[in-house]
């Protein structure tokens, strides 16, 4: 059932807080959990696997190890991966690629293709021509002209991609591809599939903000908080479950536009671009969080809501069976949730879509759960204290486009921390096959 809840004004993110107190060294949460954190595409990823096996292998290698391949593969801050090379490269001819780069390219089309393009890997150029990609922000509106004539190589038409053998193609020189808005979520799972391998049943991982699970904690779901913090002291969270493995429910993705944007002549101007116009998008949705079965299908749809809007987005939601909660600006300046699937329960009164009764049934009645609101807002503010207190955001839950700096003013890489180092020490380790 879904149950009211407008927010003030004073609401200024919304983000997911994966449940777990971020370190930079391995710990034992407890006597059965082991954890571990470190820094990857720019943010922060957390892993946790209940009831570890007795590994063969050092994990946190491994862990590192695939995340270094997706860097490699899919990162457009290094000249060297294989989107790099592809971006830098003016053949119209196949462009060979790895088979994994060509998946996950071949699924972000297949989403540009469900939503007439709102979700489109080639619209980096645009982003950039509004000062909210890699290049200098200046703050200014473009030139028309000029956006005219990016929009010329700009569109997800104009890309090809192959499995067998995997390549990719573009139809114009100039087009630049561009995975961050679906490379995390990619990572999560690709995380989950190796500790998978090594016999880890029991896993949670997140990559900033973006969450994939897998199996259970003693039979009890992952729980994933929602936060929505009042600036000033009031603090709502949403405890979400993601289901036990086997279910449908088992990562969750958000893309939100409330902190990246400028301001030129009194006009606000958002940092998350439609592909289809090359212009701001102008509707009054701030976030969504979309739960699914792969964190890379959340991470792409979470982005692709995020610029349809909240009327076009959740008839795309419900259309594509997604699980979804949006958040609408009212002009009152208060918040409504609006919601599909089993993240309905969570949605406003006047504006729910009303589930079938597969979802009816995950809903619970409100008096139960609204004890059980309380019960998980208490344990997951303990737990996400130190990012709070600390004042760590966790970056990159904004669709993947880059807008974290360094301390010297540099853009951090969304797909690198360090483009730069380009983690040469565990390159190293890669190629001499070693576990130290």
Not at 78 to 94: H, V, Y
Not at 168 to 193: M, N, T, W
Not at 314 to 343: C, M, P, S, V, Y
Request: aromatic fraction near 8%; proline fraction near 3%; glycine fraction near 8%.
């Amino acid at each position: 059932m879904a149950h009211s809840c407008a927010l003030r004004s004073r609401v200024a993110t919304l983000c997911v807080i994966a449940c777990v107190w971020i370190s930079s060294a391995s710990v034992t949460a407890d006597d059965r959990t082991v954890e571990f954190s470190g820094e990857t595409m720019g943010t922060v990823y957390v892993v946790k696997i209940h009831d570890p096996p007795e590994f063969d292998v050092d994990v946190r290698f491994e862990v590192d190890a695939a995340l270094r391949r997706v860097n490699d593969q899919m990162s457009t801050y290094l000249k060297t991966s294989e989107i790099g090379r592809f971006n830098d490269s003016d053949s119209t001819q196949w462009f060979e690629v790895s088979r994994e780069t060509a998946e996950v390219v071949e699924f972000a089309q297949e989403v540009a293709s469900k939503t007439d393009g709102a979700f489109d890997i080639t619209v980096a150029p645009l982003v950039n021509a509004w000062s909210f990609g890699v290049a200098e922000r200046t703050k200014q509106v473009p030139d028309p002209k000029r956006l005219e004539e990016i929009k010329a190589y700009v569109g997800y038409e104009k890309l090809s991609v192959r499995v067998d053998p995997p390549a990719l193609r573009k139809s114009h020189p100039e087009l630049q591809v561009d995975l961050s808005g679906i490379a995390k979520g990619y990572g999560a799972d690709r995380v989950v599939d190796v500790l998978s391998e090594h016999g880890a049943a029991n896993v949670f991982v997140e990559i900033g903000g973006e969450v994939r699970t897998s199996g259970s904690k003693s039979g009890q779901w992952w729980k994933v908080g929602i936060q929505l913090p009042d600036a000033a002291r009031n603090t709502v969270m949403i405890a979400h479950s993601l289901s036990t493995g086997g279910g449908d429910d088992q990562a969750m993705a958000t893309s939100g536009d409330y902190r990246n944007f400028f301001e030129a002549d009194g006009t606000r101007y958002s940092h998350t671009i439609d592909p289809r116009t090359g212009l701001p998008v102008t509707h009054d949705l701030a976030s969504v969080s979309v739960v699914s079965d792969s964190c890379m299908k959340a991470d792409a749809w979470a982005t692709a809501i995020n610029v349809l809007g909240p009327n076009a987005g959740l008839e795309a939601a419900r259309r594509e069976g997604l699980h979804a909660l949006l958040i609408q600006r009212k002009n009152d300046g208060e918040f409504e949730l609006l919601g599909t699937g089993t993240l309905v329960q969570y949605a406003t009164q006047e504006r729910a879509v009303q589930p079938d009764r597969a979802d009816a049934a995950a809903g619970a009645p409100f008096a139960v759960m609204a004890i059980t609101f309380v019960a998980f807002a208490v344990v997951l503010f303990a737990m996400a204290v130190g990012v709070m207190f600390g004042r760590r955001s966790i970056s990159g839950s904004c669709g993947g486009l880059a807008n974290s700096r360094n301390e010297d003013g540099s853009v951090s890489c969304s797909l690198c921390s360090n483009p730069a180092d380009a983690c040469k020490e565990l390159r190293h380790r890669m190629e001499a096959g070693t576990r130290t």
